[in-house]
């Protein structure tokens, strides 16, 4: 989450979020963009059991959290603050100024800045009925039997980290139905 002095208030020179440049990207409401799924060797992916899903979404955290040498807006990103399967994050961010969809919701970067979430849930659960995982225009994404949702915001000035990101929910089993 994001610290009371790391969120800015919104500015006229605060550039609007722009997602990451991936090929093929999926596009959502309010100008937000998912990466698509790259194909991974089956080797790469490792196995989720069921009773395995709280190991996982720890493992993914972790490795979000060794990225911040190449990503300087994941520096204060720590796995050890993140809850269950939901992994949320926000650097540098403002109140959102716009209205409608999801991104109106949530905190929006600045032009260095960097939010997202990841949700990891059962799709019969209560989880599954949270606004935030009820988006219409998003992959079918899944790490075994849970639902994955994935929503990124990144300054314009911020390294991607899209991309990478993807890459190490891919290596934790995330597939595309």
């Given at each position: 989450?994001?610290?009371?002095?790391?969120?800015?208030?919104?500015?006229?020179?605060?550039?609007?979020?722009q997602q990451a440049a991936l090929p093929q990207q999926a596009a959502l409401p309010q100008q937000a963009v998912m990466p698509q799924q790259a194909v991974m060797?089956?080797?790469?992916?490792?196995?989720?059991?069921?009773?395995?899903?709280?190991?996982?979404?720890?493992?993914?955290?972790?490795?979000?959290?060794?990225?911040?040498?190449?990503?300087?807006?994941?520096?204060?990103?720590?796995?050890?603050?993140?809850?269950?399967?939901?992994?949320?994050?926000?650097?540098?961010?403002?109140?959102?100024?716009?209205?409608?969809?999801?991104?109106?919701?949530?905190?929006?970067?600045?032009?260095?800045?960097?939010?997202?979430?990841?949700?990891?849930?059962?799709?019969?659960?209560?989880?599954?009925?949270?606004?935030?995982?009820?988006?219409?225009?998003?992959?079918?994404?899944?790490?075994?039997?849970?639902?994955?949702?994935?929503?990124?915001?990144?300054?314009?000035?911020?390294?991607?980290?899209?991309?990478?990101?993807?890459?190490?929910?891919?290596?934790?089993?995330?597939?595309?139905?």
């Amino acid at each position: 989450m994001v610290a009371a002095d790391e969120v800015a208030t919104p500015t006229e020179q605060s550039a609007p979020p722009q997602q990451a440049a991936l090929p093929q990207q999926a596009a959502l409401p309010q100008q937000a963009v998912m990466p698509q799924q790259a194909v991974m060797p089956q080797q790469a992916v490792r196995s989720v059991a069921k009773s395995s899903f709280p190991a996982t979404c720890k493992a993914i955290a972790d490795d979000i959290e060794k990225m911040a040498r190449q990503y300087p807006q994941l520096i204060n990103f720590r796995a050890v603050d993140q809850r269950e399967c939901a992994i949320s994050y926000g650097y540098k961010t403002h109140r959102a100024t716009t209205r409608g969809g999801w991104s109106s919701g949530v905190p929006h970067p600045d032009p260095e800045g960097i939010w997202f979430y990841i949700g990891i849930y059962d799709p019969n659960g209560p989880d599954a009925q949270s606004q935030i995982h009820m988006q219409p225009v998003v992959p079918n994404w899944w790490i075994g039997s849970r639902k994955v949702m994935f929503l990124i915001l990144e300054g314009d000035k911020a390294t991607p980290a899209a991309g990478a990101i993807m890459k190490v929910l891919e290596r934790h089993g995330l597939q595309t139905r």
